[in-house]
């Protein structure tokens, strides 16, 4: 009796949650799905439902085409290059060398710091008149003012994407480091032992025992790439032209912007769907190489 009452009254404890879960999840998505059929401008309650010309309309103006592959090269570069990197560091800190303890905590710091003032730091090291890149550049006798990273149209795109990877490369840094101090010395002598050199050692007794750090990490890194939007908003505006433009800042244009309600919320149902089905491809692949592995 008494175990029946106690998990009655368990389930009463999952309520709040639960309602708070509808209200300001579900509640907001199907909200989203119906606007994306709509007029609906922010303001007017009585919208009209238009079918599926907010679609159309996305795809027609190459918004929904722009911004998506302007996502896809953002995630596919900070993805390979904030786990290399990453990886990188993290076999370079896990040696035993002096001040180990200063240097794990100098590759991690820059994930202290707030996006908004990464994107001012690296707005002046792009700077073409007197940043930081340029004033290097001119000790060499190069004109570093003609070096426009964020007013070129073709560097736009990879020069805020790689902000984003100094950014978040030492939570991955980290990830990995936690990784490889958990694999066994035992089985790194018994390698050398067997004449294993130290890039055998690493290739086929490291990585292998590295496919869970990998799969959290590439996980994590391709879920923020999808969602790529501050340094668009805080360095570039979206531009040159629509070069910046991703996903999630064509969004918020759309809507706060230009006050059209209904195309944001369509291109959002895009976003959506394809965030969530790239993500569920890749962790499945991840899965099954971490079991092979």
């Given at each position: ?11 009463w404890f999952v309520v709040p949650a639960l309602t708070m879960y509808l209200v300001f999840w579900i509640y907001p998505i199907l909200r989203l799905f119906q606007y994306s059929f709509s007029d609906y401008n922010g303001f007017i309650q009585n919208f009209n439902y ?21 996502t896809l090269i953002y995630t596919l570069v900070f993805v390979v290059f904030s786990n290399l990197i990453a990886l990188g560091l993290a076999f370079l ?201």
């Amino acid at each position: 009796m008494n175990s029946a009452v106690l998990k009655k009254t368990m389930y009463w404890f999952v309520v709040p949650a639960l309602t708070m879960y509808l209200v300001f999840w579900i509640y907001p998505i199907l909200r989203l799905f119906q606007y994306s059929f709509s007029d609906y401008n922010g303001f007017i309650q009585n919208f009209n439902y238009i079918g599926f010309d907010n679609f159309s309309q996305i795809f027609k103006d190459g918004v929904a085409g722009t911004s998506l592959s302007n996502t896809l090269i953002y995630t596919l570069v900070f993805v390979v290059f904030s786990n290399l990197i990453a990886l990188g560091l993290a076999f370079l800190l896990n040696m035993k060398i002096r001040a180990t303890g200063l240097y794990r905590t100098a590759a991690y710091v820059p994930t202290l710091f707030s996006a908004i003032v990464v994107g001012f730091i690296w707005s002046y090291v792009y700077m073409p008149d007197s940043g930081l890149i340029a004033t290097v550049l001119s000790w060499f006798g190069v004109d570093g003012a003609s070096l426009n990273l964020l007013g070129n149209y073709s560097s736009a795109l990879y020069a805020i994407t790689a902000v984003d990877v100094w950014k978040h490369i030492g939570t991955s840094t980290v990830i990995f480091l936690a990784g490889l101090q958990t694999v066994p010395v035992d089985l790194e002598e018994a390698g050398r032992i067997d004449g294993a050199s130290s890039w055998q050692v690493t290739r086929f007794i490291r990585l292998p025992l590295l496919a869970t750090s990998m799969t959290i990490n590439v996980t994590l890194s391709l879920i923020n790439g999808l969602k790529a939007f501050d340094y668009s908003f805080i360095m570039t505006n979206g531009g040159p032209g629509r070069a910046t433009s991703t996903l999630l800042f064509e969004i918020f244009r759309m809507a706060f912007r230009e006050m059209q309600y209904g195309k944001a919320s369509a291109l959002a149902v895009v976003s959506f769907i394809v965030i969530i089905a790239i993500t569920i491809f890749f962790v499945l692949r991840l899965n099954k190489r971490e079991v092979s592995a």
